[in-house]
């Protein structure tokens, strides 16, 4: 049996870097970038003016000039670049289009008077170069606006179709399965017998992986041992990602392991020092395939796919490791056994900015019905009992907060 720290290091390992495949533009959101944007031209790409007003050539300005002939045409934004012929002219200007050739300045409206073909300025404080916008002052012709590596987020897209990327380099996603075990699970739209209960744990999976952008395919493995075989050599064949709850133990029914071996995927690890989660089986393929086999219970899966399979993901896909975020104990609490123990906790943010973790009473590694009153885990270290109030730990959430 190992350590939580050592079956991290071991999963992370196995995270081989994704093949890069290309997105439309409009389905790129969640994706992983997996090239640089550069500037395809100066952004902006012309001196645009940034109010509504008159352009004028600031030195006439300077010089005391305060009223200004309004030149025929309006430079409106998208129109060609006009020109202001004299110094004693302006042109009317519109916000986002080009600054005409001549001019430097632009006053906005509500600081002229507009009668008979001439333009007045009101106030004496002009700056030069005013509600201009210059060319190239926010990037060059050439600058990295995104380096690969990046969630795509509606920012990404916004500069990628600004650059004329209609199609994008982004991480391939695995091809992904989840699979459940047990007689005792029906579908979720049946009627269980006193003795069964409906499927929960693949669709707990199956959710939180489509927040990370995958899109699994769901299974159900019976507990027949020649049938498991069958369907996960099949699917070590089709697949790149399979995430299995449940029959990793050490029941007599519990046909996993063995059949994983049998198949020929190298197991890294079986047992991992915490609480819930300790049978917890990782393996994998030559062909590339890796197998995360996760303890049927509903609270002990859910926390082997947010510990251990988001950051294989993120390091697969080339994403910076999710920071964790700090929580500090708002009761003593205790935990006997010398485990990582994975507390749940519901988190209060108090006035100095500090998180607060509340533990969340619950019914052990079985009480799913525990999991939406808590807003995630603290992650207590093995080698001690007693943890104090105010005492910080790594926190894990899986709400937005």
């Known amino acids: ?35 640089p944007l550069l500037a395809d031209r100066d952004f902006p790409p012309f001196t645009r003016v940034s109010m509504d007003g008159i352009a004028i050539r600031y030195a006439a300005f300077a010089e005391g000039r ?12 998208g129109s060609p670049q006009l020109r202001l012929d004299e110094p004693s002219a302006c042109v009317e200007v519109m916000t986002g289009a080009i600054l005409p050739a001549g001019a430097d300045t632009v ?44 969630a795509i987020t509606p920012a990404e897209v916004g500069i990628a179709a600004t650059v004329g990327k209609a199609r994008l380099w982004v991480r391939s996603l695995p091809r992904t399965v989840v699979l459940s075990t047990g007689d005792e699970l029906v579908p979720v739209d049946d009627s269980p017998l006193p003795y069964q209960i409906r499927r929960s744990n693949v669709h707990t999976v199956v959710a939180q992986l489509r927040s990370w952008g995958l899109a699994p395919d769901e299974l159900h493995l019976p507990d027949e041992r020649a049938s498991i075989r069958k369907t996960m050599a099949d699917c070590l064949e089709r697949y790149e990602l399979l995430i299995l709850s449940g029959g990793v133990s050490k029941g007599k029914l519990d046909f996993v392991p063995e059949v994983l071996d049998e198949l020929g995927v190298q197991k890294h690890f079986h047992q991992v020092q915490q609480r819930p989660g300790k049978p917890f089986w990782f393996g994998t393929t030559a062909g590339g395939a890796t197998v995360f086999a996760l303890p049927g219970n509903p609270v002990s ?66 009480d799913l019905a525990n999991l939406p009153e808590a807003d995630g885990i603290l992650e207590l270290p093995a080698g001690r009992q007693q943890f104090q109030a105010g005492e910080v730990f790594p926190l894990l959430t899986y709400r937005g907060l």
């Not at 404080?125 to 990046?150: F, Y």
């Open 1 to 35: 049996m190992i350590s939580v720290t050592e079956a991290t290091e071991l999963v992370l390992r196995q995270a081989s870097e994704r093949p890069k495949e290309q997105a439309p533009l409009a389905e790129a959101v969640g994706r992983v970038l997996a090239e």
């Open 66 to 77: 305060r009223q200004f002939v309004v030149q025929s045409g309006l430079q409106a934004a």
């Open 107 to 150: 006053v906005r409206y509500e600081d002229v008077t507009l009668a008979d073909g001439q333009a007045t300025i009101q106030i004496e404080e002009v700056r030069e170069g005013q509600n201009a916008h210059p060319q190239g002052s926010d990037r060059r012709q050439g600058d990295l606006l995104v380096a690969p590596g990046r």
């Open 301 to 366: 899966t859910f926390v082997g796919v947010l510990r251990y399979v988001q950051p294989w993901l993120r390091q697969s896909l080339g994403l910076s490791p999710l920071p964790y975020r700090y929580a500090a104990l708002s009761a003593d609490f205790y935990f006997k056994p010398s485990l990582t123990y994975f507390l749940q906790v519901k988190v209060h943010f108090r006035e100095n900015g500090r998180l607060e973790a509340e533990p969340v009473a619950g019914r052990g590694s079985g």
